[in-house]
Every structure is written in C-alpha cells, then in structure tokens.
C-alpha cells in the first residue's frame, strides 16, 4: 500500500469534465491521476508527490508556479476551505471549470458561489460549475500561507491544517522526554509540528508529499539545520539514498486512511522504511491509533520495541534497530 491511490470519486467525475471542457488552455488544479488533459498548451498544478509524478508520466505538463494563466480547471477534494481558496485565487485570474463530486458537499458549493455561477451541468454524482472571473480583484497566489498558531503557518489542504492532532501532540510530548541524537529523519512531517518542537541543535530532514507541507515546513523551521525533501514516504526510491542506515533517529505520525478509505496497512509502510534508514541501534518514534495494532507490526521490524504512553485513543512507540 502506497500514498499513490488516485480519488476515486474525481476519477469517476472527470467523465463530466471531458464533455464540457475549456474552449482554451488553463491550467489543470489537482486533478487525479489517470487524467490526460487534452489541450497540448494547458499544465497541471498537483501538489501531492506520487500524483505529481503519474500525472508526468502520462505526458502531461506541469505548472511553472508564478507563470501567468487566464482560465482554470479545479478538481474539488473534501476540504471545503481548500476547495474554496483554490477556486478564488484561480477566479482571480480568469473563468473557472469547478468540478466537485457528491460525496464531497457538491450541492452546498452553488450557494456559496451564487454570485459568480452562470451555468452548472449536473451529472452522475458530480457537478460542474462555470464560474465567472472575479471584478477587478488582482491575482492571488495559489496558495496562500496564514499563521495559524505563535510561530507557525500553515494552508488549508494539509492534515489538520490549522491545529495539531491529538497523536502529533502525544508523541511531541514523548519525544521531550526522551534523548535525541541526529540525523532525524520525519517521515509525513506536515507543517513541521513535531520537527519544531525538537531541540534545535539536532540535523532534520523533513519527509511530506504535498508541496505545501514542504513549504510551510520551511517557513516554520527557518534556520534551523534542515533539509526537506518532498517524497512519497512509503516508497523507499523517492526518498535520499544518502540517509539509508544513516539516522539515529526517526519519528511518524503515520496516515491511515487514503480519501475516505481507511487503509491501517499504511502504517506498515512508514515502520518498513523508518527500519531502512536507521543505522544499528537508531530510534523510532511513531504514533498511532489504538486499535490499529501496531506493536506486533513493530515486533517484525525492530529487535526491542515498548509502548511510551497511550492517551486520548492513540499510542506512542518507541523502538530500536538490532
């Protein structure tokens, strides 16, 4: 199981896309992969890694960020927030193609962009809206990065963008009780919640697959010593060859759920590669949640592994590399 697992229900919509496409090129918001955009002159913008590199690999074109473009296509996810900052910053710049499925609240997206609608085609289970350029709003960034506490920032889109979870804050807490060495290499690290909290002094690398986590990670750890690396986590090619058996230690807040689904065998990943960048006698970290079981999975691994502590439904983990 890998991060890789195209939307299934953006897959199924882009039926709807295809019968009623830009009449020029745009640019190409999130879609999944699979998708082949037709116009030779329009690029896609998709910033989770592993959908990045398929959308490449079927000949599409990616985005130069901060080149100019003059109509959009934006593929909605299941985060209104995101889904709403992306649709206006491309309005901001020209006519939007806004494709949302049902089971992501298509119907409650018509109120909200009443005023900017002149023609929806409904399909099967999906909905495709043609929004009109906003009047005289000068262009927006892409993505736009807001404080969301004292020292960080962060974009809607990312894993509990705005707040930590309760995992990420019960493993930060472990760690401060415990006697790091560097190199600490983050596997999933989101905005950098848990890398900042550590004691500056200690070498980071910083693993995420979606380019806004990676910038925001930058921009939170500014000049600490840092290296950040957008990857896939779960596929050991993606990521540095020069940390293999090198890491003292390794720390994971590990997802397990690809859009709606729930996949615990993710976690699997993340512990696999965790124990291929770890040199003898290196450290894991991880959390996750209680029922997902992953003491015996860390057993398989690792020559001595201990549960920390467990609170609130999740479970801290602590184990060594023989």
């Given amino acids: 199981m890998t991060l890789s697992t195209s939307d299934p229900y953006l897959s199924r919509a882009l039926e709807l896309l295809l019968k009623n496409l830009p009449k020029s090129p745009a640019l190409w918001v999130k879609p999944p992969s699979g998708t082949r955009i037709p116009c030779a002159d329009s690029s896609f913008y998709q910033p989770w890694y592993p959908e990045h590199q398929r959308l490449l690999r079927d000949g599409n074109t990616a985005w130069t960020p901060g080149s100019e473009f003059s109509n959009a296509v934006v593929f909605g996810g299941r985060h209104k927030e995101e889904n709403v900052q992306l649709v206006e910053a491309c309005r901001s710049r020209g006519p ?9 609240g298509a119907k409650s997206y018509r109120k909200l962009f009443e005023g900017a609608l002149e023609e929806e085609e409904v399909g099967r ?10 009047p005289k709003s000068p262009p927006q960034p892409l993505v736009q990065y807001r404080e969301t506490l004292p020292g960080f920032v962060s974009t809607p889109g990312l894993f509990c963008w705005d707040k930590p979870d309760k995992g990420s804050e019960l493993l930060a807490q472990a760690l401060a009780e415990e006697e790091l060495k560097g190199p600490v290499l983050d596997l999933g690290a989101g905005w ?11 070498e980071l690398h910083l693993v995420e697959a979606d380019s806004r986590g990676v910038e925001a990670c930058r921009r939170n750890l500014s000049g600490r010593p840092a290296t950040y690396h ?6 050991p090619a993606t990521l540095p060859p020069n940390l293999l058996n090198g890491v003292h230690t390794v720390i994971s807040n590990p997802p397990f759920h690809t859009h709606k689904q729930a996949e615990p065998i993710l976690g699997g990943a993340f512990v696999a590669n965790a124990h291929r960048f770890l040199r ?3 450290r894991f ?4 949640n209680v029922h997902l079981g992953y ?3 860390l057993e398989t691994f690792f020559g001595e592994v201990k549960e920390i502590v467990r609170a609130h439904g999740f479970s801290v983990f602590g184990a060594v590399k023989r």
């Fill in 96 to 104: 939007v193609h806004f494709l949302i499925p049902n089971e992501y």
């Fill in 125 to 134: 289970k999906s909905r495709l809206m043609h929004l009109k350029q906003s």
């Fill in 192 to 202: 950098g919640y848990l890398c900042k909290n550590l004691p500056e002094e200690l």
């Fill in 230 to 235: 957008w990857a896939d986590a779960t596929e």
């Fill in 280 to 282: 003898k006698g290196g």
């Fill in 285 to 288: 970290y991880m959390v996750g």
């Fill in 295 to 297: 003491f015996k999975l």
